[in-house]
């Protein structure tokens, strides 16, 4: 296995896999990391659908648009989940509280599905695994996944992971520098735009220069144009069908 370090500074999105099943010992690993994921009161209000049915895979790769997801081993899609506690919750004449219609009680599913994530993406990778992070399982058609996964109230897509072995190994991409991610006992108030726009800069050389596909884009332009794109998300009217809805 990789070392910790090993696992978390070459981790890089992988988009091609080979036609290789994942290693039982890997994918044990891959669960039990994921059932030890920390959650918001030990509630574990969270929970995953592995899709390793190819049929079924197909399905969601017409739906979602991402190849990696009919291509990889396995697809995992992290569900934000409050139908356990609500169920047992039932069972014992407990009242129920209208926790999934506050912002905190969607902040809570969501944060404790990407924990479950990320705790799944270190154990695949120390494994010597690819994965790939698919937030467009959320935001393409989250209804339609809903219902062909057989979600049912009070669960919702946060994001999807496909998990398989490497088929390629694409460059590194340049992450933001410490003095932009981590600020020392409170925010730093001094001027940003050096930093920034030296990073800029550099994500520009690199998508001119990497290897494979090349682009002219910079950092701030393509992530921005991202945000024009998300603005034709309707995700409160999917989360209200889910039996979600902040109503503070």
């Not at 080979?18 to 574990?44: F, H, K, M, V, W």
Request: aromatic share 8%; hydrophobic share 40%.
């Amino acid at each position: 296995m990789k070392s910790i370090k090993e696992t978390l500074f070459g981790r890089r999105s992988i988009r091609r896999y080979e036609r290789e099943c994942i290693p039982a010992e890997a994918l044990d690993t891959i669960y039990e990391a994921i059932r030890n994921t920390p959650t918001s009161y030990n509630g574990q209000q969270f929970s995953v659908i592995d899709v390793s049915d190819q049929a079924i895979k197909e399905q969601l790769y017409e739906i979602v648009g991402q190849k990696q997801i009919k291509t990889c081993s396995h697809f995992l899609l992290f569900c934000a989940d409050f139908n356990k506690i609500a169920t047992i919750a039932e069972a014992k004449g407990i009242n129920m509280s209208e926790f999934t219609k506050t912002l905190d009680g969607i902040i809570v599913g969501t944060v404790d599905a990407a924990l479950a994530m990320m705790s799944a993406v270190v154990a695949a990778e120390s494994f010597g695994l690819g994965t790939c992070c698919i937030g467009y399982a959320r935001t393409a058609a989250p209804e339609a996944v809903s219902i062909l996964l057989n979600l049912p109230k009070y669960t919702y897509p946060v994001c999807g992971l496909a998990i398989g072995v490497p088929r390629e190994m694409p460059d590194l991409k340049p992450k933001q520098p410490l003095s932009l991610i981590i600020h020392q006992n409170r925010y730093r108030d001094d001027d940003l735009l050096p930093d920034l726009t030296a990073y800029d800069e550099e994500i520009t050389r690199f998508n001119a220069t990497r290897s494979g596909s090349k682009t002219d884009n910079d950092w701030a332009s393509h992530i921005v144009d991202y945000y024009h794109q998300a603005m034709s998300y309707r995700l409160l009217e999917a989360l209200r069908q889910r039996g979600f809805d902040a109503i503070e």
